[in-house]
């Protein structure tokens, strides 16, 4: 019975998903059948490399773009990812001659990755192609082209990428692990590349164990003068300062809120700090774990936490230098 008729007929979820995996896996051995010495080309080619391995994709095939960059990466092959439109416009100036691109495009027609590899080429830049169309415009450009080309997607109206975008990842895990052979990288390579031992402890103690307390905070009162605040923020270099009212949290004042205040024009020397803060700055408990912190930091981009204490009184700020150990742990290539 063909896949589309089982999903119409049969209603059971881990049914319907058995015939997704099947249709998946069909897919990864279509590929691995059609392997030939194009993919030892490929390692050849990326080992080679001089600079980066360049990685660009859209859509789906974007976001399997960027997990391979990541393991090719952390497996020893430098990469990282551009998004076609971003380079179009302007990023395209972080790839060098010595860098090599690796295109991803089901269709191999993709405006945005079409144009990208050709601006590319004429630096003298290689290029491979993952592709599932080997005559393509992208396929004719590149320098090799790896056929992952799939009988079938696993969406019942075969529209949805999901077998081709599985086989394309399979094949960047394959492309990263033979060139981490290749390389001869080690298990104390993988862990330079990993700080999961040192940062993972870290990360488990309580933001009180780590923050900087009151007297290294930098703060103000809601009445400061534009000095006041400019010398607070100078003297701890943290980019900020706080506003408070004995130990109650008021707000914050950033080197941006500076720049926006001074924009004004002249009256913002008139002004005070309850005038250029930012109220209901980002916080966290003390009890909480660093992990948290930066969990929020990440999610909100920014780099310090105003600690409150189970009184919701200001105990200190933890930084993200003091979550990633402010020396302790260092990250080497």
């Given at each position: 019975m063909r896949f589309?008729?089982?999903?119409?007929t049969d209603?059971?979820?881990?049914e319907?998903?058995?015939?997704?995996?099947e249709?998946e896996?069909?897919?990864?051995?279509?590929?691995m059948g059609?392997?030939?010495?194009?993919f030892?080309?490929t390692?050849?080619?990326?080992y080679s490399v001089r600079?980066?391995?360049?990685?660009?994709?859209?859509?789906k095939?974007g976001?399997?773009?960027?997990?391979?960059?990541?393991?090719?990466t952390?497996t020893?092959?430098?990469?990282i990812f551009?998004?076609?439109v971003?380079g179009?416009?302007g990023d395209?100036?972080?790839?060098?001659?010595?860098?090599?691109?690796?295109?991803?495009?089901n269709?191999?027609?993709?405006?945005?990755?079409?144009s990208?590899a050709a601006?590319?080429?004429?630096?003298g830049s290689?290029?491979?192609a993952i592709t599932?169309?080997?005559?393509?415009t992208?396929a004719?450009m590149?320098?090799?082209v790896?056929?992952?080309r799939v009988?079938?997607e696993a969406c019942?109206?075969?529209?949805?990428p999901?077998?081709s975008?599985?086989?394309?990842?399979s094949?960047?895990?394959a492309?990263?692990?033979s060139l981490?052979?290749r390389?001869g990288?080690?298990e104390?390579d993988f862990?330079?590349?990993?700080?999961a031992g040192?940062?993972?402890?870290?990360?488990?103690?309580?933001?009180k164990d780590i923050?900087?307390?009151?007297?290294a905070?930098p703060?103000v009162?809601?009445?400061?003068s534009l000095?006041?605040?400019?010398?607070?923020i100078s003297?701890?270099?943290l980019?900020?300062t706080l506003v408070t009212s004995?130990?109650r949290?008021?707000?914050?004042?950033?080197?941006?809120d500076?720049?926006r205040?001074?924009?004004?024009?002249?009256?913002?020397h008139?002004c005070?700090?309850?005038?250029?803060?930012?109220e209901?700055?980002m916080?966290i408990?003390e009890h909480?774990t660093?992990a948290?912190?930066?969990?929020?930091m990440e999610?909100?981009l920014?780099?310090a936490?105003?600690?409150?204490?189970e009184?919701r009184?200001?105990t200190?700020?933890?930084h993200?230098?003091d979550l990633?150990?402010?020396?302790?742990?260092?990250?080497?290539g």
């Amino acid at each position: 019975m063909r896949f589309q008729e089982i999903c119409k007929t049969d209603s059971r979820a881990v049914e319907i998903a058995r015939q997704v995996l099947e249709v998946e896996i069909e897919g990864i051995r279509s590929v691995m059948g059609r392997l030939d010495e194009n993919f030892d080309n490929t390692v050849d080619l990326l080992y080679s490399v001089r600079g980066r391995i360049i990685i660009t994709g859209i859509g789906k095939s974007g976001l399997i773009g960027r997990k391979i960059a990541a393991t090719l990466t952390s497996t020893g092959s430098p990469a990282i990812f551009l998004h076609p439109v971003e380079g179009l416009h302007g990023d395209l100036g972080i790839v060098g001659r010595d860098d090599a691109l690796l295109a991803i495009s089901n269709s191999g027609e993709t405006p945005e990755i079409t144009s990208v590899a050709a601006t590319i080429k004429k630096r003298g830049s290689r290029i491979v192609a993952i592709t599932g169309a080997t005559s393509s415009t992208l396929a004719r450009m590149a320098d090799v082209v790896l056929d992952c080309r799939v009988p079938r997607e696993a969406c019942p109206l075969n529209l949805a990428p999901t077998a081709s975008t599985t086989a394309v990842l399979s094949l960047g895990d394959a492309l990263a692990i033979s060139l981490m052979i290749r390389r001869g990288f080690r298990e104390q390579d993988f862990l330079r590349h990993h700080p999961a031992g040192s940062l993972g402890e870290r990360l488990n103690l309580k933001v009180k164990d780590i923050m900087l307390d009151r007297h290294a905070t930098p703060e103000v009162d809601e009445n400061a003068s534009l000095q006041e605040i400019l010398s607070s923020i100078s003297r701890q270099n943290l980019g900020f300062t706080l506003v408070t009212s004995g130990n109650r949290l008021l707000g914050i004042i950033t080197d941006g809120d500076l720049r926006r205040s001074l924009e004004r024009g002249p009256e913002v020397h008139e002004c005070c700090s309850k005038d250029i803060m930012t109220e209901n700055p980002m916080t966290i408990y003390e009890h909480r774990t660093a992990a948290e912190a930066l969990e929020i930091m990440e999610r909100k981009l920014i780099t310090a936490l105003a600690v409150l204490n189970e009184n919701r009184e200001l105990t200190g700020i933890v930084h993200l230098h003091d979550l990633l150990g402010r020396g302790e742990v260092k990250f080497t290539g």
